[in-house]
């Protein structure tokens, strides 16, 4: 008997029957796509449509406990987690004021770094600036987005604070949505017609989490809500590990049961054989066992026991073959990091595989994942908080520019240096980075950038080193050269102080 095609259903055998040409256009036009075919094999598989946002809220909550608690429990989860903190924000965002005068400049940038100590930054006084950054990627790769509420009531010379809320203190339903004086409140986001945020409705609670029963409506220009938008009827976050939690829970499985495989494999037990099973086995701190009536006894390593007349000990050692984990728990690691943008190595910072080649591609294709977030962070959080601070150091007289509310947007002009990245090879990196600027394919302040320096400041500190260096010349009549030191006509090698 022929098998019959899964995309055939009753009706069209019903009409094969009286025209099959009729019946072939109808399957043809059906399965355009092999993919779109339902058949035993997918039956399961029967995928939503809808809006995104009502989608979203079906699964949000469940997915962000998900993935909170592997980042609770999980290594491998704080193990992706620690790459996006250490090459998203490094050592720090630093800020770089361009307002044409650089003695104002400096200024404010001075101003910024004391900003960024905890006691200014942090309305709770626990974070500096650098270390809220690293829980807001956290927060954005864990929940899914995070809200930073804007505050002013700060110490007199930096009003400006920042409170730090978690997404799921939005007060509302996932799925229900409701109306308030005539605009939709979605997932405790009050919005116009159009989607755009208006307010945002945030539980109350004590210090130790219980609920007050309260809550509070901010306007959005007082909240900066972080999460990407990946649909345009999104209206809420979606933690971006829903990739992944399912792959990792999994991984984190097959580790616990390969652990169970190996412990069992390294175990062994005793079994006492006898011929006369019958007659009083008591003795001095035996056990009876209740289910045997049989004394139970143990093995210690190098003891030395007399069995009875007729007793005979028989090993049981488990058997079995040891698992190779290292090869499924790479696969598994391998389309963890792929889902989120990152390669094997730079999750399991495992380097045995890779050679220079691979692992500079592999290396560039990292950088620009994080180059992708740190942008987001940039537009969406680091260039508003940077004109709040300037604008309340300039209302609090912190920052005095006579003319700052008729020129503003100029004293706003600012760009940001963020951590740059160590070089897989650095004689190969240094000599391409020559030859960039050579030939006017590079510039100081874009290699400069990849290392997260401020070209300006090179530049400086490299014309103190060469006012440095001649005046030791003079001082000591020596000529400093690379690798020596030339007195005269005579030179010794040493280790040369120019550089």
């Known amino acids: ?35 779109g075919e339902t058949h035993r094999r997918q039956d399961g598989w029967m995928p939503l449509e809808g809006n995104t946002e009502r989608l979203n809220a079906m699964s949000r909550d469940m997915v962000r406990r998900k993935a909170r608690d592997l980042e609770r429990n999980s290594d491998i989860m704080n193990s992706l ?87 799921s203190d939005l007060d509302g339903d996932s799925v229900v949505s409701y109306r308030h004086n005539g605009k939709s409140v979605v997932g405790g ?15 109350e609670e004590t210090p130790d989490g219980w609920s007050t029963l309260d809550t509070k409506r901010i306007p959005a220009d007082k909240v900066i809500a972080l999460w990407e938008k990946k649909s345009p009827s999104q209206i809420r976050e979606m933690s971006p590990m829903s990739q992944a939690i ?37 003795g001095r701190g035996q056990k009876i066992d209740a289910r045997t009536g049989l004394p139970r006894k143990t093995v210690t390593p190098g003891m030395i026991q007399e069995l009875q007349p007729g007793d005979e000990a028989q090993a049981v050692i488990p058997t079995g073959q040891a698992s190779n984990a290292k090869d499924m728990l790479a696969i598994m690691i391998r389309l963890i990091g792929s889902g989120m943008g990152l390669s094997y190595e730079a999750i399991s910072r495992d380097m045995s595989q890779v050679t220079y080649s691979s692992a500079r591609q592999g290396s560039l294709e990292d950088k620009r994942t994080y180059e992708r977030i740190q942008r987001f962070l940039i537009d969406h959080f680091l260039d508003t908080v940077y004109e709040e601070v300037v604008i309340s150091a300039v209302t609090a007289k912190t920052l005095v520019i006579p003319d700052f509310w008729s020129h503003k947007e100029r004293y706003l002009e600012h760009s940001w240096n963020t ?31 990849r290392s997260g320096m401020d070209w300006k400041e090179v530049l400086e500190q490299r014309a103190i080193e060469e006012a440095y260096k001649k005046k030791l010349e003079a001082a000591y009549g020596i000529s400093l050269q690379e690798g020596s030191v030339t007195n005269g006509t005579a030179k010794t090698e040493k280790s040369s102080t120019a550089k």
């Not at 019903?14 to 399965?31: M, T, V």
């Not at 017609?193 to 945030?202: E, F, Q, S, T, V």
């Open 419 to 449: 951590s740059g990245w160590d070089w897989v090879d650095p004689v190969k990196e240094a000599t391409a980075n020559k030859i960039a600027l050579e030939t006017n394919q590079g510039t100081m302040a874009t290699i400069c950038a």
């Open 189 to 203: 986001i009050e919005v116009n017609d159009y989607g755009k945020p208006l307010a945002y409705w945030i539980k």
């Open 246 to 282: 399912t792959r990792i829970a999994d991984a984190e499985d097959y580790l616990d049961t390969i652990s169970l495989k190996e412990k069992i494999l390294a175990c062994f037990g005793v079994f006492i054989k006898r011929a006369l099973p019958g007659g009083n086995q008591l």
């Open 1 to 35: 008997m022929s098998e019959v095609s899964p995309g055939i259903n009753w009706l069209d055998r019903l009409i094969g029957f009286f025209n099959p040409e009729k019946a072939y256009k109808r399957i043809a036009f059906r399965q355009a796509y092999s993919s």
């Open 81 to 167: 987690l620690a790459s996006f903190e250490r090459n998203i924000v490094g050592s720090g965002f630093v800020p770089q004021a361009d307002t044409g005068d650089e003695k104002l400049n400096n200024q404010i940038e001075h101003i910024f770094r004391e900003w960024s100590k905890p006691k200014n930054c942090d309305i709770s006084g626990t974070q500096s600036f650098n270390e809220m950054c690293n829980m807001i990627v956290r927060r954005l790769k864990i929940d899914g987005g995070i809200l930073l509420l804007k505050t002013y009531g700060g110490n007199e010379k930096f009003p400006f604070q920042l409170q730090a809320r978690e997404v």
